[in-house]
């Protein structure tokens, strides 16, 4: 059974940084996509970043270009999110979010795997 365990979310002041942590288990993703996602209540999930970790190719949001950065983590099948510069605008809950293939889609649908969401939230 496939498990995605975030980590890392919490209160920030505005211009702030935090780092988010994702890590899977019951199956390996370093040849697939892992991304995250995030939402506020009444919208639909957005996307903000994705990372195939054995060709190191990354994705982002024009939203977090230049302020966020995912990378792999230490440990196999873990991947981080850090958030530079943090915006009001950026409080969501941030889902991490697999899938088979190499195909880095911003599309939440063509996710398989989910978890359960962190919440950060920016104060101004």
């Known amino acids: 059974q496939v498990q995605l365990v975030e980590s890392g979310g919490g209160l920030v002041q505005a211009g702030g940084s935090l780092t988010l942590s994702c890590e899977a288990s019951?199956?390996?993703?370093?040849?697939?996509?892992m991304a995250w996602f995030r939402q506020v209540p009444g919208k639909d999930r957005e996307f903000v970043a994705a990372?195939?970790?054995?060709?190191?190719?990354?994705k982002y949001a024009d939203s977090v270009k230049g302020r966020f950065t995912i990378s792999g983590g230490n440990a196999e099948n873990t991947v981080n999110l850090q958030m530079r510069t943090l915006k009001s605008e950026d409080t969501a809950v941030y889902y991490c979010a697999a899938r088979y293939g190499n195909v880095m889609t911003s599309m939440a649908k063509f996710y398989d795997f989910w978890g359960q969401g962190t919440q950060v939230t920016v104060s101004s």
């Open positions: 990372i195939i970790r054995s060709g190191v190719q990354t």
């Open positions: 019951g199956a390996a993703f370093s040849r697939d996509v």
